[in-house]
């Protein structure tokens, strides 16, 4: 699989008396087979519209974007989305919500509820098929959520701050979850977070990107999830010298971004 993304620019026009927004400006980047690359950057400088862009619910105002060198003209099921709201349908229980995008494709409900089945004991949540959605905690439901996007075996997951909604305990036990299933299932990954620890801990590619217009100022190749797949805990990977020196480096790039804009 490879994600290529050339020139990009997104202009979004005048309304009701605002003027046009440049959310992105020239944007190049590459996603290849299997990486997991994570976006960085301030409030509104162009995150959910790149992802959207990938997502094909946004076209490009100029620039390419191909997946295995076929342009991306409009949303299908090799790229599958994970919102921070998870968007699961309530009334279903939880195999039918992992079932669900298998359903719209005609799937036999025998054949799709055994696929739902595999990836529901993958995300761990084997003994809810049957539980109302509106039961279970925050972390669950995402869970749910993710577990719905695999099942169609898309090539590349896109995540929304997926883990924006969950307190800080739930947050860092699907960091590990998400990085386990990225290792198990060989996916690619483009990945937005506020969080710069998320960022560094999750991704083998960071990119930072800064408002008006949205451009990538920054890439950084990033070590510490392998570390962490490798068997060190993941607290003793984000606590490491290097991990906390590439932390205030980013940290202090996107406090300077932020200066700017208030200026
Ligand atoms: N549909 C739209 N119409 C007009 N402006 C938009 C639209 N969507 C996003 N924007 C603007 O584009 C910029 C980038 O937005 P967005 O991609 O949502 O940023 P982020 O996800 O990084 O916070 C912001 O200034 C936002 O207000
Ligand atoms: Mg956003």
């Known amino acids: 699989m490879r994600l290529n993304i050339k020139n990009v620019s997104v202009v979004f026009p005048a309304t009701g008396g605002r003027p046009p927004v440049e959310a992105l400006s020239r944007i190049n980047l590459a996603i290849e087979d299997e990486e997991f690359v994570v976006a ?28 295995d060198a076929a342009p991306v003209a409009g949303p299908g099921a090799d790229r599958a989305v994970v919102f921070q709201k998870h968007a699961l349908l309530p009334w279903l229980d939880v195999l039918d919500n992992v079932a669900l995008g298998l359903k719209i494709q005609g799937v036999g409900a025998a054949q799709r509820h055994e696929t739902a089945n595999r990836f529901i004991e993958l995300l761990g949540l084997d003994g809810f098929q049957k539980s109302p959605v509106y039961m279970l905690s925050g972390g669950m439901q995402q869970r749910v959520g993710i577990a719905r996007a695999l099942t169609c075996d898309p090539k590349i997951l896109l995540m929304d701050e997926p883990l924006g909604a969950l307190d800080a305990l739930t947050r860092e036990r699907a960091q590990e979850l998400i990085l386990n299933i990225w290792n198990d299932t060989h996916k690619s990954i483009f990945f937005i977070t506020h969080s710069v620890e998320e960022a560094l801990f999750m ?32 607290r003793q990977v984000k606590a490491s010298a290097d991990f906390i020196r590439l932390r205030e480096e980013v940290l202090k790039i996107i406090f300077a971004d932020e200066e700017e804009a208030v200026a």
């Open 40 to 67: 960085l950057g301030a409030s509104g400088c162009g995150k959910s519209t790149l992802l959207n862009l990938i997502a094909g619910f946004l076209a490009p105002s100029s620039g390419d974007l191909t997946l």
């Open 203 to 234: 991704g083998t590619k960071l990119i930072v990107m800064s408002p008006r217009p949205g451009r990538i100022t920054h890439t950084f190749d990033l070590p510490f999830s392998k570390k962490f797949l490798a068997g060190e805990p993941a």
